[in-house]
């Protein structure tokens, strides 16, 4: 039964951010299985998706993309849903205008960040060895976004630009005032668990879990699983 217009209202906002090479449609199995407990939300940030964009990418940019959305849909301190760098961007927002979100639940947020982090994650943003060695993934990105190599390109140099001094210290996630869950699955190989639990520690108001028999890729993750954790933390 579908939920009565009244209680559409008295639901909470939930904005599904996704991550770095991501796109919204990349939700587009997940919000259904939350549209019974939330208001699902979501878009694309500047140049992923068929958002297209010649801008740089940087996290103040992104944070604003943001922020003009939830202004944009006149939403009240929506909740948020991060995933990977849609979680960064989060706190980021909390950050620098901490009465804009609701609580904030990120899920496998790559959180430490130096230059030889930058260098082995950006080693891995050739689109030419991509389409060599792994077409399939190539193929994945350009049905996501309108020229995923530019999204690729612009997304090696933030990572570059956070592992040169950009990114986010602990002092910076030591102010942020909304409730955050900082969760990490089980077998991610690209982030590890003493680096969510360190960040996790220094945010004053936090909760660190994990989801279990799942990996980074956000296309490998339960659905259900994850849909169940963000309705328990979040609805």
Known sequence: MAPHL????KMRDLILLHGALGASSEFDN????????FNVYQFDLTGHGKNS???SFSMDQFADDLKKYVEENGLIKPQLFGYSMGGYVGYTLAIIHPEILGDIMSLGTKLKWDPLIAKLETGKLDPDKIMEKVPKFGDYLNSIHLDWKSTMAKTRDLMNDLGNGAALTFNDFAKIQNRCYVGLS???EMVSCSETLDVQQAIPNSEFYTLPNSRHPLPQLDKQVLANKII???G
Request: no cysteine.
């Open 6 to 9: 009244n209680d559409l209202q």
């Open 186 to 188: 089980d077998q991610d």
């Open 232 to 234: 328990e933390f979040l």
């Open 53 to 55: 964009s010649e801008k």
């Open 30 to 37: 997940l919000a259904p299985l939350l549209t019974d407990h």
